[in-house]
């Protein structure tokens, strides 16, 4: 297991010592800080004439930032007071959860979460277990290696405190070194087994109510500040190429990458559109939706006279980038496009909802410079995509991107199929009638589709 050994006897004289002046710690020049209301530096206090406490988010004060001051590097704090494992990752819209932190990849992380989880489950609230930590606890680990693969993960265990009894948390913070021993370039920092007891003595130094005042939050930006350093130093090689996480250098020689040649598929459908011989009245494109459409449904595609042009997989950037040969050369009447679930899956990245709108208004104003009539469509609902669950749920990002198709449309009098209003049940996810998984409709979502699309096609 990788995790370093300060005895808790000398855990003060070397924080003090040591902890305000630099350490190996600072090699690394960009933070992510993950945790709750002692991560944020939340401090409990009272307004004005108030007698009920407050809590109060005071991140300049936080043990994150203050290690930033100490190592001369820059960091977020994607922290929030109450904050849980499950709900960490739940969080898709504000700046401190998991939403955000997916399109600010940071160079290194620091976790301290779980605290909120422990008391919720020993209170016996519904889905909070020791498994369900686990489980969230890993996936946070994966979501940070997806967005920045060579991240170093620091994971603070939480530290001995009189209040609680020496061992009553032992199997959560073993759930901790546990992903540290399972994982490439993630580390314990056990405060359990190095940092100080959280006695009254302590307490009384560097606590104020029941969280840490400005001094403990200091205190414990320092003892970090020695603790990660003391973990670079004793594994020299995990941390070589430091300098390099977030860039597109590498330490080693290797063979130059190759992009898998057709990336955006324009040999799909080249012989197809070849034995063309005359203009389809509509070319359907899009996803893998359009794509099971066309192979469920083949006779209504030919007698209607439509060609369906979906690729599974593909995101608007890849469709935009074949819209000329899978539909402008075609020469259709109208092309009906539906897309930009797998741009909300990130198969090919994050991408903001609205370059996601900028993709699809290009398409369109290809189709119009060609003479071809577009059509829009809105995504389909969805309440979960099976093959990225750590992204959490899709709907808010859905429901954006379809408010800005509908308004678009309406301004530009361009017509709209809203699919979405027509198969969605009353949670906002696909109805379970017409779909074959949460993401695809059955050939009886098919048929609503069509009964919906055609009269627009005249």
Request: net charge neutral; charged share 20%.
């Amino acid at each position: 297991m990788k995790k370093t050994a300060i005895t808790a006897a000398l855990a003060l004289l070397i924080t003090f010592c040591a902890g305000a002046q630099g350490t190996m710690t600072s090699i690394i020049r960009s933070w992510g800080f993950i945790g709750d209301s002692l991560s944020s530096g939340e401090m409990e206090c009272y307004a004005p004439g108030q007698e009920k406490v407050s809590y109060v988010d005071m991140y300049e004060y936080s043990w994150g930032q203050q290690l930033c001051r100490l190592t001369g590097s820059e960091g977020w704090n994607f922290s929030n007071g109450g904050q849980t494992a499950q709900g960490w990752l739940s969080d898709l819209k504000s700046e401190r959860g998991w939403g955000y932190a997916q399109s600010h990849p940071k160079q290194a992380y620091i976790i301290a979460l779980g605290a909120n989880d422990f008391r919720r489950c020993t209170r016996g609230d519904e889905g909070y277990t020791l498994e369900s930590y686990r489980s969230a606890m890993g996936r946070i680990v994966k979501g940070l290696k997806s967005v920045q693969p060579k991240a170093r993960i620091f994971i603070l265990t939480r530290p001995r405190d009189t209040r609680l009894g020496d061992y009553s948390y032992d199997k959560w913070n073993d759930v901790v070194r546990d992903l540290a021993s399972a994982n490439k370039y993630v580390y314990v920092v056990d405060m359990f087994r190095d940092a100080p007891v959280y006695d009254e003595a302590f307490r009384e130094k560097y606590f104020m109510n029941g969280h840490m005042s400005a001094a403990g939050y200091l205190w414990t930006s320092m003892y970090l500040n020695v603790a990660i350093g003391k973990i670079i130093e004793d594994n020299p090689q995990d941390f070589r190429d430091m300098a390099l996480v977030g860039t597109s250098w590498s330490a080693t020689p290797g063979k130059v990458p190759q992009l898998g040649g057709d990336w955006a598929k324009f040999g799909r459908y080249a012989s197809d559109n070849a034995a063309v011989k005359a203009s389809p009245k509509a070319v359907l494109f899009g996803d893998s939706i359009t794509q099971g459409w066309a192979s469920s449904d083949p006779a209504w595609f030919k007698e209607h006279n439509f060609l369906g042009r979906g690729i599974s997989g593909q995101t608007t950037s890849e469709m935009l980038v074949r819209f000329r040969a899978d539909v402008i050369d075609l020469h259709p009447k109208y092309v009906v496009i539906l897309a930009g679930i797998n741009d909300i899956a990130q198969n090919n990245g994050y991408i903001s909802v609205e370059n996601v709108f900028g993709n699809i208004v290009s398409m369109v104003e290809l189709a119009k410079a060609a003479k071809i009539k577009p059509v829009l469509c809105t995504v389909l609902p969805a309440g979960e995509i099976g093959w990225r669950p750590l992204l959490g749920d899709p709907r808010p990002q859905i429901a954006r991107l379809n408010a800005m198709l509908k308004e678009y449309a309406k301004s530009s009098r361009i017509p709209l199929v809203d699919y979405h209003s027509a198969m969605r049940d009353n949670a906002d996810a696909l109805d379970l009638k017409y779909q074959k998984d949460a993401v695809h409709p059955s050939l009886d979502g098919y048929k609503v589709m069509e009964s919906l699309v055609l009269p627009v096609l005249k």
